[in-house]
């Protein structure tokens, strides 16, 4: 089991930034992954930015060189950092963790950015 806890979110105007962080209940080691997605309205949940146990990134291509993906093992947390943020970027955004064939989600955080 992994229990996922987010924050950080909120609302910003377009071209800011704004920080999620999502805390695992356990080591990260032991995880095989970690990521984020968001789902807007009336719309699929897509996959942002994941990052492996190895370090391993992967980017949505609407975010690459705008959203940036890191973690501190020591405190079994997973940042997003986003800059540049875009209207289309409004969303609520789900942490995610992997083990083996199971899937583990946050409780989602709501990114709203006007324009």
């Known amino acids: 089991q992994v229990q996922l806890v987010e924050s950080g979110g909120g609302l910003v105007q377009a071209g ?6 999502c805390e695992a209940s356990r080591s990260i080691f032991s995880i095989d992954g970690m990521g984020w997605y ?5 719309k699929q949940r897509e996959l942002v930015a994941s ?3 190895r370090g391993s990134t992967n980017y949505a291509d609407s975010v ?3 959203f940036t993906i890191s973690r501190d ?3 079994n ?3 997003l950092q986003m800059n540049s943020l875009r209207p289309e970027d409004t969303a609520v955004y789900y942490c995610n963790a992997w083990v083996q064939l199971t899937n583990y989600w946050g409780q989602g955080s709501q990114v709203t950015v006007s324009s």
């Open 51 to 53: 990052i492996t146990r």
């Open 16 to 21: 800011g930034s704004l920080r999620l962080s």
């Open 38 to 42: 968001r789902q807007a309205p009336e």
């Open 64 to 66: 690459k060189g705008r």
């Open 73 to 75: 093992n020591a405190k």
């Open 77 to 79: 947390t997973v940042y």
